[in-house]
Structures are given as C-alpha cells and as structure tokens.
C-alpha cells in the first residue's frame, strides 16, 4: 500500500495541473500526491489506519515546497516539513519491522 499525505485544495490543482502538463501521459496515471510510504505491507493496513487516524487528528501540518530533486526518470518537488516529518516518524516507529528499506530509512 501507498500512503499518501492529502494536498490541500487549490495546491492539488496547481500541483496535478502541472503534472498533467509535464509528466508523460502514458506514465500519468495517479494525480499529484506526497507520498509519505511506498510499501506498506498489506497485512499492516488496519494498524496504519489507527495510526494515521490518531497521527492526524490534529490541524493540517504545515508544509513549504523548497526546490527539486531529480529522481533520475523524472523531477518532483521537495517538501519541508517539521510536522510531516513528525507523523511519518511517528508512524514508521508504529510499523517497525513491517516497512521495507525504502520506508524504514525515511
């Protein structure tokens, strides 16, 4: 499973709508999103679901966009933040042992 921070409104359409325009359409198939964990084991869904519920049950994190990284096949926007990264550590600390090297390392 992917888990996915939730992009507030009008930066969802400036983000997919910038997407739409420069990532190749053939490869395009989700919309803009921030992925917190690439891998998260199915049989871990229903405890990554009682984590996030509680790890966001607060007012939306704060988040600044603070240039790009080249991901060899593609470009993406990095993201700053301290409360994001407080969830995601939060949670990855919850999924201990589940998560592959990828996610584990953050």
Do not use: C, K
Request: glycine share 10%; charged share 20%; no cysteine.
């Amino acid at each position: 499973m992917i888990v996915t921070a939730e992009l507030g409104e009008a930066d969802f359409a400036w983000l997919n709508s910038l997407r739409i325009r420069h990532y190749p359409p053939d490869r395009n198939q989700v919309p803009a999103h921030l992925t917190l964990f690439h891998a998260v084991p199915p049989s871990a869904e229903q405890e990554g679901r009682t984590r996030l519920r509680a790890a966001t049950s607060n007012p939306a994190p704060a988040a600044q966009l603070a240039g790009l990284m080249d991901l060899g096949g593609g470009v993406a926007f990095r993201v700053v933040s301290d409360d994001l990264d407080a969830i995601r550590a939060e949670l990855a600390e919850g999924l201990h042992g589940l998560l592959g090297a990828q996610d584990a390392r953050g």
